[in-house]
């Protein structure tokens, strides 16, 4: 088997912009080094992000729709080295770009399936359009991932969506994302207790993500209605506005923290009980993991890749979409059993390391060189 030193990334998202892709994708740069040579990433340029000697920005401007999102030119920067493999994760401009750069030079392809591209059409369609828009989608994803040597997802499910929705022909492997668990680890959480007025009164429940209407975070508003916790929600989204005006009605306090700098994670998640996320469209869901790796349990919709990454009675547990009363009878479980699931959260920390799916990573590239 011939041993794969560099790798290029082509992505049409990345830094300065912070989701699951872009940590994923910037995680995995910086931990290729520790293990083989280098893995260079071709992304669309963003004028608050100084790029490093192993990033390469091309030109972009503000993406359609989508103004926090840059939408960079379909072609390769100078100054790319040929590499090993080429790895696409974005089937768009840049995404594109990677494809035509590896046919140029005679290089395999992999391409990760991070999003459900579907599930978010009533985003950019108004309703009468959603079912177009899911349809020139689906046509779309099957004619980018016909021309890739491997696909890889981060879960069953997502190799079962895959298979269902794009190309049930395609060779697809799961290489779970890993997070960083030198970083995520349960801390002293007093300090950001104190500064964000967290009472050990009565336990805390907390989110922490995109406020999208996709995240179906008011169904967390409606289950904890009456229940004698204190609700921490931090991030932002398009649906805010309506969860605070629904939270303002509900007997149960509800506090929103906003953004919260990276380096607070690991505070918050000590911080709060349980983690919850009634979210059923997620691929992997990283932040679930995160706060597992904090020791800190998950009630999750029993939909979507949280099927996969909450083990249901270990690491928390899962309840049906739509149904409050599963929802609440979860929260109170995972309250009541908060120091045994904390213990078997830890206990599975190595198989949340990014060191992990390093490893499946490079199986992957070095199968198809």
């Not at 995972?334 to 490893?359: K, P, Q, T, W, Y």
């Amino acid at each position: 088997m011939t041993r794969v030193e560099n790798v290029t990334a082509f992505t049409d998202l990345y830094l300065p912009t912070i989701n699951g892709v872009t940590y994923t994708i910037d995680l995995w740069r910086r931990r290729w080094s520790r293990h083989r040579d280098r893995m260079s990433i071709v992304y669309p340029s963003a004028p608050d992000h100084d790029p490093s000697d192993d990033e390469f920005p091309v030109r972009s401007v503000r993406a359609p729709l989508f103004p926090r999102y840059r939408l960079g030119v379909p072609k390769t920067p100078d100054g790319l080295a040929t590499p090993d493999v080429v790895h696409v994760h974005t089937p768009f401009t840049v995404g594109y770009a990677g494809m035509r750069f590896a046919r140029r030079h005679d290089l395999p392809v992999v391409a990760s399936y991070h999003t459900v591209l579907q599930a978010r059409a009533d985003r950019v369609a108004p309703p009468p359009l959603v079912e177009g828009v899911k349809r020139v989608t689906r046509s779309y994803e099957r004619w980018f991932f016909d021309d890739v040597d491997r696909v890889i997802v981060p879960t069953s499910y997502a190799r079962r969506y895959f298979f269902e929705t794009v190309r049930a022909d395609a060779d697809v492997r799961i290489v779970t994302n890993g997070i960083d668990t030198e970083f995520f680890h349960p801390v002293a959480a007093d300090s950001f207790a104190d500064r964000h007025a967290l009472s050990d009164d009565r336990p805390t429940i907390g989110y922490t993500g995109r406020h999208g209407y996709e995240k179906n975070l008011e169904e967390l508003l409606e289950a904890v209605d009456g229940m004698d916790v204190t609700v921490v929600l931090a991030g932002d989204g398009p649906a805010r506005t309506d969860l605070e005006a629904r939270a303002a009605t509900a007997d149960t306090d509800v506090c929103f923290l906003g953004f919260l700098d990276r380096d607070e994670l690991p505070a918050f998640y000590s911080a709060i009980d349980v983690f919850a996320f009634p979210s059923p469209v997620e691929t992997q869901g990283l932040v679930a993991l995160e706060a597992a790796a904090c020791g800190t349990p998950v009630v999750a919709v029993d939909a979507g890749a949280l099927r996969d990454s909450v083990i249901e009675g270990e690491t928390g547990y899962r309840y049906p979409e739509g149904d409050l009363e599963a929802f609440r009878t979860a929260l109170r479980l995972a309250i009541a059993e908060n120091d045994r699931l904390s213990n078997l959260c830890l206990g599975r920390r190595s198989m949340f390391s990014v060191e992990h799916a390093i490893d499946q990573l490079t199986s992957v590239y070095e199968e198809i060189v």
